[in-house]
């Protein structure tokens, strides 16, 4: 089965990077369409030369946050929904089978996520390393058996569960045409499966029953382009001048 990576990404100066980590990645996964949606209005052409250089099918999206969402009333922002929801419309017109992924640009991939992620039947569900303060999201199995959820932020979520922490087979996603991701921030993982009416009994626990963590909610520190800026106009133009 082909494997669909959704990934939302968004310009700021650790894009390249997160994209160059992540895609070196990806370039070890066979059978894999990479689905780059961009939190912008116009093409970043440096993302799509990269894209273009690795070698691995993409398809790039434009799919920037509504304005009436992107307005910080409450400092919490509904990251990636319109790019997940815009790369899952593709999926409706495109994919007839295989499996789909939600992998955001920051996080770290041990490549065997990748392995055993590709056989879902409906839907997948697996540990998450380093999320909230907990350090850990994951089902809880007792016998093999599912008997709760281990989340450092469980609140009324039914699904409390990572974004990086499920994968949805294709044909189980067409069969809930309406199904989309929500824009309320911190609930986009369980109201998407909700969505999906899955119920436990859908659910497939992979790492070896949950004991294995095969990725990592990573957060890149944020660069200080700042002192940059000042330097940048004392410099301006040098290197360039002296190449062409
Ligand atoms: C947490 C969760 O782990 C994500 O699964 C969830 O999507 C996100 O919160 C959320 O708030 O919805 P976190 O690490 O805090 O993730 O968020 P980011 O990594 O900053 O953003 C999630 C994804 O959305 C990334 O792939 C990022 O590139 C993208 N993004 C972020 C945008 O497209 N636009 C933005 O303005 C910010
Ligand atoms: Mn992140």
Same mark, same amino acid.
């Given at each position: 089965?082909?494997?669909?990576?959704?990934?939302?990404?968004?310009?700021?100066?650790?894009?390249?990077?997160?994209?160059?980590?992540?895609?070196?990645?990806?370039?070890?996964?066979?059978?894999?369409?990479?689905?780059?949606?961009?939190?912008?209005?116009?093409?970043?052409?440096?993302?799509?030369?990269?894209?273009?250089?690795?070698?691995?099918?993409?398809?790039? #999206?434009?799919?920037?946050? *509504?304005?009436?969402?992107?307005?910080?009333?409450? =400092? /919490?922002?509904?990251? %990636?929904?319109? @790019?997940?929801?815009?790369?899952?419309?593709?999926?409706?017109?495109?994919?007839?089978?295989?499996?789909?992924?939600?992998?955001?640009?920051?996080?770290?991939?041990?490549?065997?996520?990748?392995?055993?992620?590709?056989?879902?039947?409906?839907?997948?569900?697996?540990?998450?390393?380093?999320?909230?303060?907990?350090?850990?999201?994951?089902?809880?199995?007792?016998?093999?058996?599912?008997?709760?959820?281990?989340?450092?932020?469980?609140?009324?979520?039914?699904?409390?569960?990572?974004?990086?922490?499920?994968?949805?087979?294709?044909? #189980?996603?067409?069969?809930? *045409?309406?199904?989309?991701?929500?824009?309320?921030? =911190? /609930?986009?993982?369980? %109201?998407?499966? @909700?969505?999906?009416?899955?119920?436990?009994?859908?659910?497939?626990?992979?790492?070896?029953?949950?004991?294995?963590?095969?990725?990592?909610?990573?957060?890149?520190?944020?660069?200080?382009?700042?002192?940059?800026?000042?330097?940048?106009?004392?410099?301006?133009?040098?290197?360039?001048?002296?190449?062409?």
């Amino acid at each position: 089965p082909i494997l669909y990576v959704i990934t939302p990404t968004y310009r700021r100066p650790e894009q390249i990077p997160e994209l160059t980590r992540l895609g070196q990645t990806l370039m070890h996964v066979p059978k894999l369409h990479w689905l780059v949606a961009d939190d912008a209005t116009s093409v970043n052409q440096q993302v799509v030369d990269y894209l273009k250089s690795i070698g691995i099918p993409f398809t790039y #999206f434009l799919t920037p946050m *509504p304005q009436k969402y992107s307005r910080r009333w409450f =400092g /919490y922002l509904p990251k %990636g929904v319109a @790019n997940r929801n815009g790369a899952m419309m593709w999926l409706r017109l495109h994919a007839t089978e295989g499996v789909m992924y939600m992998a955001d640009d920051d996080n770290t991939y041990d490549l065997r996520i990748f392995q055993e992620i590709r056989h879902t039947k409906k839907v997948s569900m697996f540990p998450v390393g380093l999320v909230t303060h907990t350090g850990l999201s994951t089902p809880v199995l007792r016998d093999g058996r599912w008997v709760g959820w281990f989340d450092g932020w469980i609140s009324d979520r039914v699904f409390p569960v990572d974004m990086a922490g499920f994968a949805v087979s294709i044909p #189980f996603f067409l069969s809930v *045409p309406e199904a989309e991701m929500p824009y309320i921030a =911190g /609930y986009e993982e369980t %109201g998407f499966l @909700n969505n999906l009416h899955v119920t436990i009994d859908d659910i497939e626990f992979l790492a070896d029953n949950c004991t294995k963590i095969y990725v990592w909610h990573t957060h890149t520190q944020k660069s200080k382009a700042s002192s940059r800026e000042i330097l940048d106009k004392k410099y301006d133009g040098t290197n360039l001048r002296q190449l062409q």
